[in-house]
């Protein structure tokens, strides 16, 4: 790589030197145990070697790009991290990333770790998401070829990355992506796709099911292959003001764990989670209209069985080819995002509707609607959202509405006999420019519910000095504790519940494209989404510092 | 445009014409005849609702390997606090100690078998449920390379239990070996949380009650001669307990003699006994 870097360099410094950019990103944890906030229980907290408290993430990524060529690589290092499981402890370093493409007038060849999608990756996603640890770039080849300037097909083959090796089983794909227009004047367009993924899993994995599935009694016996193929269909058909998008994903017989099937042991008693043999198909449709001062977006969608990994034996986010559209609104405040859904691949029925609309350059508003079940009925999710902004002029602006919520704690924290949290979460936020560079920020919320950790008060002063400081405080407090709940901290002779206040202080340092934060945090337990893959976090007692940098 | 439709056609045909697999042959479940005994410490708990599951693939394994599977179930710390409705509470340092020495793992229920941690699998502890039958036949098919005899003798009067464990070898080799000795009580009706139910009156198995040596095993020997058995006895005196358990009627020694080898140390050979006065 060094080679071809300083290849094309040494070529590019007699005519054209070519494009060097690249990114730093770096997370540096103290964890300081605390056993009443659940701050225990990991080897960062619990070792008695104090440098174990420590631990961080490093990414550092190098591009450059010179005629047609563009060369990238990528170090990760790991220290005593926890990304990798939040209740343990990970060290690691290497490269995370190297790949080489070229492109010649209508061919584009690509080697190494390569990041694609197929329509809205239902079948096929390679993609990077470092706060869940999720890294899943194909390691192998791509080819793409525009056959005229509205149609290009594109075919790829290699294993998909885990850390710095591979996962087992060989992925292969192609896709084809076309855009017409009907004519100059016509404001019809449409941009219809098809793909095609064909996962192999490899012998070792075929092994372990084999020595599995031979176990099975009677009926429950299921086949095995080799290969499972997916196929997409998808469009999006822009006409005027809308523009809908709409996909069919289809999964041929494919072996995969389902959590909820019964199997039968030798003993004769049924326990739950078996391997099962099923085709899978999601259906997603997504339309919006937009008008001046107004915006409408609908999305539904209907999933089944379609568990899609690299290897069947992997589970939580390990392993996954594809990609599921989260169906609910990505909510930033810190309450409202307290409860997020997982998207669900073997059974799930999800709308969703948002409306925004500005009454005049002063007044805004936005309404969301989501609703999440499995197929068989069984309530998962459900929001109801409303924001309204109002803004005088660039001098202050004020925003405030109200959530509630129904989420299914059980699924999507595998926490056994909890009810179903319901909550109601007005919030308000408060913006103050006293000077172009001068500003403050007020956020509150509050979310009541009797269910989970009980409700919550939540309060952020954020003071910013542009264009290089902001300082930030911020606390959130247990105000109601529930009762019943296991999971509340409780004082240790009395065993009454107590009210936690969970604080944060932090300074933010920006510097061009130079990013420096450093906060002390307490952290509740909580959910961690991106894209709605989530996942469980502890709580987190500690100083967290991070920097990133592009160039 | 025609070459474009033509082309679209095409593609569409290959891909959805599909592809035939012809599949693969599941042969019966293995039945491996071995002089070993292989130990399975599983990590589980009252209030994890999965462990149920877990606990029936050691039964399973029980069931068709009599002979050759001693089981211990360590309630450590991790969804193992006692449910409102339990009576009594199985964790203590031991276990916890036990559990976290295996760490780390993803999740509950986890196993540890022959504490090994196999090359295909991340961790030493395997929290793949389905991954520990075929693990422990590949650990049954090893040869075996000791004979591990152990015996007891309880005083119901002063509750004071002698266990001997006779290791022979089979092998001549010098090293680092460790034995460990754990008590296990079966037979105890209890909670326990299976999936979103509460089992009230659910069979607890195999549950580690305190081990008589070191969590990672007590020096044993560092040589052995083939055929020249090596003897060990420990003395215990059994707890008397108001709330029922310590049942003497259902206590089992379970014991293991390991290899260490730098950060290794495999279990060579398992044994069980039953505490009978």
Redesign the interface.
């Known amino acids: 790589m060094l080679f071809l870097v300083a290849l094309g360099y040494h070529q590019g410094s007699a005519q054209d030197k070519g494009v060097f950019s690249g990114g730093v990103e770096m997370n540096i944890n103290y964890f300081q145990r605390d056993s009443l906030i659940g701050a225990i ?1 990991t ?1 960062q907290y619990d070792s008695t070697d104090v440098i174990d408290h420590y631990g961080g993430e490093l990414w550092v990524t190098l591009n450059y790009r010179i005629k047609g060529w563009e060369f990238s690589a990528r170090g990760d290092v790991f220290q005593n991290s926890n990304l990798r ?1 939040p ?4 060290s690691g370093i290497g490269l995370g990333r190297l790949s080489v493409s070229k492109r010649w007038d209508r061919l584009e060849i690509s080697l190494g770790h390569i990041y694609d999608q197929i329509g809205s990756g239902l079948i096929y996603r390679a993609w990077e998401s470092r706060p869940l640890f999720i890294d899943n770039a194909l390691l192998g080849g791509a080819i793409k070829y525009d ?2 300037d509205y ?1 290009k ?1 594109r075919a790829f083959a290699g294993k998909q990355k885990w850390i710095f090796g591979v996962n087992p089983g060989e992925i292969s794909g ?1 896709a ?1 992506d ?1 855009f017409f227009s009907f004519g100059t004047e016509s404001p019809l367009t449409i941009s219809p796709g ?1 793909g ?1 993924v ?1 996962r192999r899993k490899d012998q ?1 994995t ?1 092994d ?1 099911l ?6 099975y009694i009677g009926d429950e ?1 299921i ?5 499972n ?1 997916a ?1 997409s269909l998808y469009n999006t058909l822009t006409y005027k003001n809308i523009t809908w998008y709409s996909e069919l994903a289809l999964k ?1 017989l494919e072996t995969f ?1 389902d ?1 909820t099937a019964l199997q039968t ?3 004769g ?1 049924r ?5 099962v043999r099923e085709r899978g198909s999601v259906i997603y449709n997504s339309i919006s209209f937009a008008r001046k001062g107004l915006g409408i977006t609908v999305e539904v969608k209907r999933t089944e069985n379609f568990n899609f990994r690299s290897d069947p ?1 992997l ?2 986010n390990l392993g996954l080819i594809n990609f599921m559209p989260p169906m609910n609104r990505q909510n930033t405040y810190r309450l409202t995002a307290r409860y997020s859904p997982a998207t669900q691949d073997l059974s799930e029925m999800a709308y969703q509707f948002d409306v925004s609309y500005k009454f005049n350059r002063k007044l805004s508003a936005n309404v969301n609607y989501s609703n999440i079940k499995t197929l068989d009925g069984t309530t998962l999710y459900r929001e109801y959202f409303t924001e309204w902004v109002y803004k005088q002029k660039r001098k202050w602006q004020l925003s405030g509405g109200v959530q509630i919520q129904n989420y299914n704690q ?1 699924v999507y924290e ?1 926490k ?2 909890v009810p179903l949290v319901k909550t109601i979460t007005p919030f308000a936020e408060f913006l103050y420019r006293f000077t172009r560079k001068k500003s403050l920020r007020i956020e509150t919320q509050y979310m009541n519910t009797d269910q989970d950790f009980g409700s919550w008060l939540f309060a952020q002063v954020e003071v910013g000095l542009a264009p290089h400081w902001i300082f930030e405080l911020s606390g959130m407090y247990n105000s109601d504790p529930n009762e019943n709940s ?1 999971s509340v901290p409780r004082d240790p002779e009395t065993k009454e519940v107590l009210n936690i206040l969970y604080p944060t202080v932090g300074v933010t340092y920006i510097y061009h494209s130079n990013r420096f934060n450093l906060r002390y945090v307490k952290q509740v337990e909580g959910i961690v989404c991106s894209g709605g893959i989530c996942r469980l976090e502890p709580a987190f007692s500690g100083v967290r510092m991070s920097f990133s940098s592009t160039f | 445009m025609k070459s474009i439709i033509s082309f679209t056609l095409i593609i569409v045909v290959i891909l959805f014409s599909g592809c035939r697999e012809y599949p693969i042959e599941i042969p019966p479940p293995k039945e491996v005849i071995s002089n070993r005994v292989v130990l399975i410490e599983e990590l589980t708990g009252v209030s994890c609702p999965n462990c149920p599951a877990g606990a029936e693939k050691v039964e399973a394994l029980l069931f068709d390997y009599p002979d050759n599977v001693v089981a211990v179930a360590v309630h450590g710390k991790f969804l193992s606090k006692p449910l409102d409705v339990s009576t009594y509470d199985f964790r203590n340092q031991e276990a916890e100690d036990l559990e976290n020495s295996f760490k780390p793992w993803l999740g509950k229920p986890a196993a540890a078998i022959n504490r090994v941690h196999f090359p295909d699998y991340d961790f030493q502890a395997v929290d793949d449920v389905d991954l520990w039958r075929s693990y422990v036949e590949q650990e049954l098919e090893k040869d075996n390379e000791l004979v591990l005899e152990l015996s007891q003798n309880f005083d119901e009067s002063t509750r004071e239990l002698v266990i001997t464990a006779k290791a022979t070898p089979v092998i001549t080799e010098s090293g680092n070996y460790r034995i460990g000795v754990v008590i296990t009580e079966g037979d105890i009706v209890d909670a326990q949380l299976d999936q979103g139910m509460i089992l009230p009156a659910y069979v607890h198995n195999h549950v580690f009650r305190t081990m008589l040596t070191d969590i990672e095993g007590d020096p044993f020997t560092t040589s052995w001669t083939q055929n020249e058995p090596i003897e060990q006895q420990f003395t215990f005196t059994v707890p008397t307990s108001e709330d029922g358990l310590w049942n003497t009627n259902h206590l089992e020694v379970v014991a293991f003699i390991s290899r260490v080898d730098g950060d290794r140390n495999e279990v060579m050979q398992a044994a069980k006994v039953k505490v009978e006065g």
Request: charged fraction near 20%.
């Open positions: 229980g080897p499981d209740n343990g402890s990970y056959l005229t149609l097909v192609i084809l076309g098809i095609f064909n070792v075929v372990e084999v020595d599995v599935v031979r176990n016996r086949e095995l292959g080799y290969n193929q196929y041929g764990r959590p042991e030798v003993t008693v326990t739950f989670g078996k391997y034996t589970g939580l059980e595998v056994p006999e296991s």
